[in-house]
């Protein structure tokens, strides 16, 4: 099929300046790229002729922070990327996802994650190794594939799970070697880099000299480290630069996962951290970050808890809850000296609110911070906080109210910029940005706050993302490229998910075509699924097929 779309407003993701254009797509190709007028369907040959008067033709929008990993195959029409323009995707985040896995660290990291991405019983997890799990997502005998692209990033506190369990310590010799074959096979397979979660057990056992040895082995295959960090609050600049001189020290490339600047003590203080970034680049240190666009966070509400506390998985964390002298340890972190789950920061239960649970009997509590919850029973925010977790098996969902505006806008400005949604898909009352980041960026910031032009704003949310992942022939509007694009109304694209009401559409978003498909068709889901897996090959360029073939 080929689709000719006349008289776009064209911004093609480089960052250069807008232009009237018309553009043919040739099945999953953009086939040609010429001025306004000058095509026409008959000697184009086009089936189908799209006017484009008025809205803006741009690539492909690329979340570089999704939690998707399980959504893409549960809910497969995932209209909550599709409906805000997303056309690809970087799983396996904050270190912590389910390849590569042997039986028994997948049934620790499913419970562990549940509160990201649900644990459905009845699932068929037919994959183990990165390779597989990115064949599953390519399938087609279930009837189409992924509804977005996706590249993967292979999870530091999953292999460290596999080779070592989720309990606290140093890795032998041997067993570094293991982790960091593991990861070496891991991007063999596809991977594009690595990721950590290290304020998350048992990501965050892990010391500097450790991470370092798999910093090389990702540097040395031309991939990245794309860690959440040690501290977002008290910190959080030292935390930054242990990063900073890991990716000095290694070679590997770093990709700061929702770079942001939170908590009482770090209000304003961007500024700090972009000076900080800035004279690593200056001197030579490849660094590319991600934002949302929004102050609150999002995780699980067993991420508050001191590391110690969540060592050994699931059932010894509950039984530690249980235990009074153990509990008022755990209590004592928290509430007196600042847990390192919750970034060295003493627990203010007025901003935590619960955004979902796995147990139905707790539905009541979302919506509600721990405080108010323990304002309407009468306990203890510390006894609510412990009951909730142990009645959810840790499956707990949370929003966190800690963020600054200030430092939102000054680090979405920086030259290194791209987009991610860390958005989480499941939950009563889940994050808005998980519908919202993209067209967040485009009508607020951009169109209302002048921030940034629609040529930036665009380039952070296409181009840039697109030369980190090394993807090849995507990103762009240029002829030979992937036909991934967008068409939206400038002057009314806006988010409208809200904290309140977070599951709701764009307004604005008019087609989204993945792969040439159209998966959003004058402001309507298709269905089509048209997303594929994208995969590192041996030359370091990311590309559909297999690793052999790409």
Sequence with gaps: MKTLISNAVL????????????????????AVVADAGTLTAA???AHRTIDATGLVLSPGFIDMHAHSDLQLLVNQDHYAKLSQGVT????????????????????????????????????????????????????????????????????????????MGFAEGDPTTEQQQRMQDAVRTAMEEGAVGMSSGLTYTPGMYARTEELAGLCRTVGELGGFYAPHHR???????????????????????????????????????????L??????LDGGVDITLDTYPYLPGATTLSAILPSWASSGGTEATLERLATPDTRARIRESVEIYGSDGCHGVVAEWDTLEISGVQNPALA????????GVAAETGEEPFDVFARILREDRLGTGILQHVGHEENVQAIMKHRTHTGGSDGLLVGAKPHPRAWGTFP???????????????????HHLSGRPAARLKLDRRGLVREGYAAD???????????????????QAAAGIHYVFVNGTPAIDSGQPTGARAGRALRRSPDGRTRAGSTETA
């Design 364 to 371: 009541d509590c979302v919506g509600k911070t721990i405080k």
């Design 275 to 280: 000076d900080l970034i800035d004279e690593a």
């Design 88 to 163: 690809t995707e970087l799983l396996g985040q904050d270190g912590l996802s389910y390849a590569p896995v042997d039986d028994a660290t997948l049934a620790g990291v499913r419970e562990k994650i549940a509160g990201w991405n649900d644990n459905p019983a009845d699932f068929d997890w037919d994959w183990r190794t990165v390779g597989e799990y990115l064949d599953r997502l390519d399938r087609h005998d279930d009837g189409g594939r992924i509804a977005t692209n996706a590249a993967y990033l292979v999870p530091q506190g999953t292999v460290r799970a596999m080779v």
């Design 485 to 503: 694009l967008v068409l939206f109304d400038p002057d009314a694209v806006r988010d409208e998910a809200t904290f309140e009401n977070p599951r």
């Design 440 to 458: 967040r960026y485009l009508g607020h910031y951009c169109r209302d706050l002048g921030l940034l032009t629609l040529e930036e704003t665009v």
């Design 11 to 30: 911004v093609d993701g480089t960052g250069a300046g807008r232009r009237p254009a018309d553009v043919l797509l040739d099945g999953a190709v953009i």
């Design 43 to 45: 000697e184009t040959g």
């Design 231 to 273: 501290s977002y609050g008290k910190g959080a600049l030292a935390a930054y630069a242990e990063m900073i001189g890991l990716s000095r020290d290694t070679g590997c490339a770093l990709h700061l996962s929702h770079a942001t600047m939170n908590f009482a003590e770090n209000k304003g203080r961007a500024g700090e951290l």
